[in-house]
C-alpha cells in the first residue's frame, strides 16, 4: 500500500477528517480507499459498454485486444468516451440556464412574487444587443420578449447560436473551419449523443470536434445565459465582503446550508430566512437567529449578489455536517454527494432534495417549483428551524477558521474596478499588461477531487501564478479554496503577490484574486477576454492574448466542457487529473498539440500544481513575445514543484 496522501490543505477540514476517522464515520477518502485500485481501463478511457455485445475493453499494452466486438479502436473509444462525458457536463450546465430563463418567463409576466427583474442596466443591454426594442415599453414587456428569444436559442433549429456574434472574428473563422459553430444548445447535446451510438460516429477527430461543438453550445450557449439572466433576474453582483470555511456556522443560531447550484431556490432561500415571522420563531426555540450558508456553486451565487457566507467547497459537505450544528442543507442539482444522507443517521441534520430533476434516497424530497417558491423556501426555514431543539450538544464540534474575503466581480464591473470610477474601461488593465506590470491573467477553476490532497493544488498554483504579476479569476470550488486561506483578501497582495500586481492592487483596492462566481459564471471569462480584445493593443483575438486557463483538482464532467470550451475559445488550459483519453495516443495529440492549428490554443496535462503553473506562465511570456510587448516588469525565479507524483508515475506505468 503507497503511503495515504494528506487528505486536505485546510486545517478545519483536517480538523473535521479527524473528528470523522475518530467518529468511525466514513467520508470521500475512505470510499476511494475501498475503490483501490481503481479500474486503469476506465482511468485511460478505453472501456466501453456502448451496448451489449460489449462490454470491450482494450489492451493497453498491445498483447490482447486492440479492438471492440463492432471493431472499434482505442481511438474511437476513447473520443466517444470523452465527447459522452462532456455532453453529461455540458448538458447539466445548459438545463441549469434553461432554468433560469423560466424564471425570468415567470417574473415578466407577474406570474411570481419570488422573482422580480433587479437588473435592470443588464436587461435594456441585451435588449439592445439581440434587437429587442426596449424604448417606451417596461422591463416585464421587454423581459418576457428576452425570455422568449433565449428559450429560443436552446430549442434552436437552423442558424447558429446569436452569441456567436459575441465571439472575434478570427475565433468564428477557427470554428467554422472545424466545422464545430454551436447551433442551438439542446440540439448540438442530442447530435453529440447520437454520434456516440454504436456504429454511428467512429472517427475520433471527428468525435472530438462534435465535443467541442457541445462544449461550444454550453459556454456560449447555455452556461452564457445562465450568466446573464441570473444578472438581470437577481441583480448583477457588486464587490462584497464575507467570510469563508466551517467556522462560519454558529452554535448560537440555526445553521441552514443550501448545497447545489441553481440561484432560483438559494436566492429565494435568502429572503425567506429574513423573514421577521421566521426569525421570531427561531428565537422562540432558543436559537439566536437564522445562520445561512452555502456550499459549492450555489455558495457563489448567494455570496456574490449577498454577501452570505461560505460554509465549504465540494469536498466538505460531509464535514460540514459532522460539525453537529448543521440544522438543515437544502439540496438542488450537481455535485450533492448522495453519501450525505446517510450522515442523518448519526447526526440530527436534516437534508432536503428540492429539484424534480435530482431525488436522492434518504433525504426528504420536498419539491420546488418556481411559481410558488417562496412558499416552499419559507418552508424549508421552518424545518430547519423546528430541528434546531434536536442537536446533540455533545456531538458539537465547529472549527474555528474563517477567512475574510472580498467576491462579486463580473465582467462589467472588473474593469471599471480597475479603470476607476470616472474611467469605466478595460484601458488600464490592458495598460498594465502591455507595460508587463502585469504579466498576463489565468482563470484558475474547477472542483475538488479526493484523490488529490483537498484544496492543495488550487493553493499552490494561485500562490505561484500571483508571485508572478498574473492576475487570477476564478469560480466554483476553486474560488472557495483561496477564499479560505486568505487569497480572496485585498490584503493578500501584501502577502503573496509579485510587485507589479502588488502595485495595480494598491492602486485599486483590488485583492490579487477576483472571484468571479460559480461554473456558469465561468462565461465571465469569455466575455472578460472578449473586452480585452475589444480594447486592443495586446492581441487582436482571443487565441492571441497573454491569457491561460486551469482546473487543477477537477473531476466533475462539467469541467471536461468548460476546459473544451476555453480551450477552443483560444485559451491555452492545464488540467489535473489529465482527461481520461490517455489510452489513445492519438486522441491525446489531437487535444496537447493539434488543437493548436485549429483554435490557437491546447490543453496540458500536468498533476504538479507549480509546473503547472510554470506551463502557465511560459505560455504567457510566449503570447507576450508574439505580440512584441516588453518582458515582464518584474521577474523573480521559480518556485520548486513540490507534489510526489505517484499518480502519474503509475499512469506512465500502465500505459
Ligand atoms: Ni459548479 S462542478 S465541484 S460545484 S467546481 Fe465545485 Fe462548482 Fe466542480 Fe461542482
Ligand atoms: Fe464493444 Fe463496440 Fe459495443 Fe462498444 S459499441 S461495447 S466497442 S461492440
Known amino acids: 500500500m503507497v503511503e495515504r496522501k494528506q487528505r486536505s490543505a485546510d486545517p478545519a477540514s483536517l480538523e473535521m477528517i479527524n473528528f470523522a476517522c475518530e467518529a468511525e464515520v466514513p467520508i470521500a477518502w475512505d470510499r476511494l480507499d475501498a475503490q483501490e485500485p481503481q479500474c486503469g481501463f476506465g482511468r485511460l478511457g478505453i472501456c466501453c459498454r456502448n451496448c451489449t455485445m460489449g462490454p470491450c475493453r482494450i489492451d493497453p499494452f498491445g498483447e490482447g485486444a486492440d479492438r471492440g466486438?463492432?471493431?472499434?479502436?482505442?481511438?474511437?473509444?476513447?473520443?466517444?468516451?470523452?465527447?459522452?462525458?462532456?455532453?453529461?457536463?455540458?448538458?447539466?450546465?445548459?438545463?441549469?440556464?434553461?432554468?433560469?430563463?423560466?424564471?425570468?418567463?415567470?417574473?415578466?409576466?407577474?406570474?411570481?412574487?419570488?422573482?422580480?427583474?433587479?437588473?435592470?442596466?443588464?436587461?435594456?443591454?441585451?435588449?439592445?444587443?439581440?434587437?429587442?426594442p426596449s424604448e417606451g415599453r417596461n422591463d416585464q414587456e421587454v423581459a418576457k420578449d428576452l425570455a422568449h428569444l433565449l428559450l429560443g436559442e436552446f430549442g434552436r433549429q437552423e442558424g447558429v447560436l446569436a452569441n456567436v456574434a459575441r465571439v472575434p472574428e478570427q475565433q468564428q473563422k477557427f470554428w467554422a473551419a472545424a466545422g464545430v459553430t454551436p447551433r442551438g444548445v439542446d440540439q448540438d447535446i442530442v447530435t453529440g449523443m447520437h454520434m456516440t451510438h454504436i456504429g454511428v460516429d467512429n472517427?475520433?477527430?471527428?468525435?472530438?470536434?462534435?465535443?467541442?461543438?457541445?462544449?461550444?453550445?454550453?459556454?456560449?450557449?447555455?452556461?452564457?445565459?445562465?450568466?446573464?439572466?441570473?444578472?438581470?433576474l437577481f441583480g448583477e453582483p457588486q464587490p462584497t465582503r464575507s467570510l469563508a470555511n466551517l467556522g462560519v456556522l454558529n452554535e448560537d443560531e440555526v445553521n441552514l446550508i443550501v448545497h447545489g447550484h441553481e440561484p432560483t431556490l438559494s436566492e429565494v432561500i435568502v429572503a425567506a430566512a429574513g423573514d421577521p415571522e421566521l426569525v421570531a420563531l427561531a428565537e422562540s426555540k432558543g436559537a439566536k437567529g437564522i445562520n445561512l450558508a452555502g456550499i459549492c456553486c450555489t455558495a457563489n451565487e448567494i455570496l456574490m449578489r449577498h454577501g452570505i457566507p461560505v460554509a465549504g467547497n465540494f469536498l466538505q459537505q460531509e464535514?460540514?455536517?459532522?460539525?453537529?450544528?448543521?440544522?438543515?442543507?437544502v439540496v438542488d442539482v450537481q455535485c450533492i454527494m448522495p453519501a450525505i444522507a446517510r450522515l442523518q443517521e448519526c447526526f440530527h441534520t436534516k437534508i432536503f432534495s428540492t429539484s424534480p430533476k435530482a431525488k436522492f434516497p434518504g433525504m426528504t424530497h420536498i419539491e420546488f417549483h418556481e411559481d410558488e417558491a417562496m412558499e416552499t423556501a419559507k418552508k424549508l426555514v421552518r424545518l430547519a428551524i423546528e430541528n434546531f431543539p434536536n442537536r446533540n450538544a455533545s456531538k458539537v464540534r465547529i472549527p474555528k477558521e474563517k477567512e475574510g474575503l472580498i467576491a462579486g466581480f463580473t465582467t462589467e464591473d472588473i474593469f471599471t474596478f480597475l479603470g476607476g470610477r470616472y474611467r469605466p474601461s478595460y484601458r488600464p488593465l490592458c495598460d498594465g499588461i502591455q507595460a508587463g506590470r502585469i504579466r498576463g491573467l489565468a482563470g484558475v477553476v474547477g472542483c475538488n477531487n479526493a484523490k488529490f490532497t483537498h484544496d492543495r493544488y488550487h493553493l499552490e498554483m494561485v500562490k505561484e501564478l500571483i508571485r508572478n504579476d498574473i492576475l487570477v479569476v476564478q469560480t466554483g470550488c476553486s474560488a472557495i479554496a483561496c477564499a479560505k486561506a486568505g487569497l480572496l483578501a485585498p490584503e493578500a497582495a501584501e502577502k503573496y503577490a509579485g510587485n507589479g500586481l502588488q502595485e495595480i492592487c494598491r492602486a485599486v483596492g483590488i485583492p490579487p484574486v477576483l472571484h468571479v462566481g460559480s461554473c456558469v459564471d465561468n462565461s465571465r471569462i469569455l466575455t472578460a477576454v472578449v473586452e480585452m480584445v475589444k480594447e486592443?493593443?495586446?492581441?487582436?483575438?482571443?487565441?492571441?492574448?497573454?491569457?491561460?486557463?486551469?482546473a487543477p483538482e477537477w473531476m466533475s464532467e462539467k469541467a471536461i466542457s468548460i476546459g473544451m470550451y476555453v480551450v477552443a475559445s483560444g485559451i491555452f488550459t492545464v488540467v489535473n487529473p489529465p482527461l481520461p483519453v490517455?489510452?489513445?495516443?492519438?486522441?491525446?495529440?489531437?487535444?496537447?498539440?493539434?488543437?493548436?492549428?485549429?483554435?490557437?490554443a491546447t490543453w496540458a496535462f500536468e498533476e504538479d500544481p507549480i509546473e503547472a503553473a510554470h506551463l502557465m506562465i511560459d505560455h504567457i511570456d510566449r503570447k507576450r513575445r508574439d505580440l512584441g510587448l516588453p518582458p515582464p516588469m518584474y521577474e523573480v525565479p521559480y518556485a520548486p514543484k513540490t507534489v510526489e507524483t505517484i499518480e502519474t508515475a503509475e499512469a506512465a506505468a500502465a500505459l
Open 319 to 329: 464535514l460540514a455536517i459532522i460539525t453537529g450544528v448543521v440544522d438543515a442543507m
Open 582 to 600: 490517455r489510452g489513445s495516443r492519438y486522441v491525446e495529440e489531437l487535444l496537447t498539440k493539434t488543437f493548436e492549428d485549429y483554435f490557437g
Open 203 to 232: 472517427d475520433p477527430e471527428h468525435l472530438v470536434m462534435g465535443s467541442v461543438r457541445a462544449a461550444l453550445a454550453d459556454g456560449w450557449g447555455g452556461s452564457m445565459i445562465a450568466t446573464d439572466v441570473s444578472d438581470i
Open 69 to 132: 466486438v463492432c471493431g472499434a479502436t482505442a481511438d474511437t473509444i476513447v473520443a466517444r468516451n470523452l465527447l459522452r462525458g462532456l455532453l453529461g457536463g455540458a448538458a447539466a450546465h445548459s438545463d441549469h440556464g434553461r432554468d433560469i430563463v423560466h424564471a425570468l418567463a415567470l417574473a415578466a409576466e407577474g406570474k411570481s412574487d419570488a422573482y422580480k427583474i433587479k437588473g435592470t442596466v443588464k436587461l435594456r443591454k441585451l435588449a439592445e444587443e439581440y434587437g429587442i
Open 536 to 550: 486592443g493593443g495586446i492581441g487582436d483575438s482571443i487565441d492571441k492574448l497573454p491569457v491561460v486557463g486551469a
